[in-house]
């Protein structure tokens, strides 16, 4: 599966994107949120709160609940501002 991080969660880990294959325990969205901050300091700097990370699954906004099988993608980015 392909990771696209985008504004400053890009920044703290340090990289635009990735390709990951998944533990078999995470299925959601907010699974993977969880399973990326144990990967290293720069995710953990980047996800301290994970609930306020926005999330698409091939360029669509979903919630944290929402499945991962069957995505492509997965873009993370912080909550957006403005109008």
Same mark, same amino acid.
């Given at each position: 599966?392909?990771?696209?991080?985008?504004?400053?969660?890009?920044?703290?880990?340090?990289?635009?994107?990735?390709?990951?294959?998944?533990?078999?325990?995470?299925?959601?969205?907010? %699974?993977?949120?969880?399973?990326?901050?144990?990967?290293?300091?720069?995710?953990?700097?980047?996800?301290?709160?994970?609930?306020?990370?926005?999330?698409?699954? %091939?360029?669509?906004?979903?919630?944290?609940?929402?499945?991962?099988?069957?995505?492509?993608?997965?873009?993370?980015?912080?909550?957006?501002?403005?109008?």
């Amino acid at each position: 599966m392909k990771l696209a991080y985008f504004a400053w969660v890009r920044e703290r880990i340090g990289i635009a994107e990735e390709e990951v294959a998944l533990p078999a325990g995470v299925v959601t969205v907010g %699974d993977l949120l969880l399973w990326l901050k144990g990967r290293g300091e720069t995710y953990d700097a980047a996800l301290q709160a994970p609930e306020i990370i926005r999330v698409a699954i %091939d360029h669509e906004h979903v919630d944290h609940s929402e499945p991962l099988a069957g995505a492509r993608e997965v873009a993370i980015f912080p909550p957006m501002t403005g109008g």
